[in-house]
T-cell receptor, first 111, second 115 residues
Framework: GEDVEQSLFLSVREGDSSVINCTYTDSSSTYLYWYKQEPGAGLQLLTYIFSNMDMKQDQRLTVLLNKKDKHLSLRIADTQTGDSAIYFCAERTGGGNKLTFGTGTQLKVEL | EAGVTQFPSHSVIEKGQTVTLRCDPISGHDNLYWYRRVMGKEIKFLLHFVKESKQDESGMPNNRFLAERTGGTYSTLKVQPAELEDSGVYFC?????????????FGQGTRLTVV
């Protein structure tokens, strides 16, 4: 079955690193995604990783994928107040584009 | 190039009323998806159109929800009659026939509040 889980809240100090974790159950995932939703805004694609990769780095963002444990993480280096948002992980399975999302992690960045 | 646009951005209606949400996909995108997020929960898939046809409507919660995409352009999602548990944010997304790794593009969402 399809089930994606995330912790609901994370609070960090400005300048620290943030790590948001996600677990999924469908081993046939092709791509895994991280989306960001700022207050009052839509879903913004932050980054994605192909299922045969184990790491992807994009500026301050690092995605780690452990396929054996079905664990995905997003590390944000030097977290800023502008990073405060809800972060959703999502998996895409099969040949289509249907996504299964997690519950979202509310990231709060404190000064 | 215009992105996916949704109307209205917010809607507050009373229980038992009808609401119609609209989604305009990116021009040329045959695939159109509806998702929704109820308070504090995951974003759930509702249905998928390919042009004007419903490819997958397995996520539609019940028969109070009706989605249409006449002519294969914009789509509407009607809730009739609305119930309190229908409150949430409704997202629309669209993609080309072969979406590529980035997948679909999402709209801003419509925040529906049923009181």
């Amino acid at each position: 079955g399809e089930d994606v889980e995330q912790s609901l809240f994370l609070s960090v100090r400005e300048g620290d690193s943030s790590v948001i974790n996600c677990t999924y159950t469908d081993s046939s995932s092709t791509y895994l995604y991280w989306y960001k939703q700022e207050p009052g805004a839509g879903l913004q694609l932050l980054t994605y990783i192909f299922s045969n990769m184990d790491m992807k780095q994009d500026q301050r963002l690092t995605v780690l994928l452990n396929k054996k444990d079905k664990h995905l993480s997003l590390r944000i280096a030097d977290t800023q107040t502008g990073d405060s948002a809800i972060y959703f992980c999502a998996e895409r399975t099969g040949g289509g584009n249907k996504l299964t999302f997690g519950t979202g992690t509310q990231l709060k960045v404190e000064l | 190039e215009a992105g996916v646009t949704q109307f209205p951005s917010h809607s507050v209606i009373e229980k038992g009323q009808t609401v119609t949400l609209r989604c305009d996909p990116i021009s040329g995108h045959d695939n159109l998806y509806w998702y929704r997020r109820v308070m504090g929960k995951e974003i759930k898939f509702l249905l998928h159109f390919v042009k004007e046809s419903k490819q997958d409507e397995s996520g539609m919660p019940n028969n109070r929800f009706l989605a249409e995409r006449t002519g294969g352009t914009y789509s509407t999602l009607k809730v009739q009659p609305a119930e309190l548990e229908d409150s949430g944010v409704y997202f629309c997304a669209s993609s080309q026939d072969q979406p590529g790794p980035k997948g679909a593009f999402f709209g801003q969402g419509t925040r529906l509040t049923v009181v």
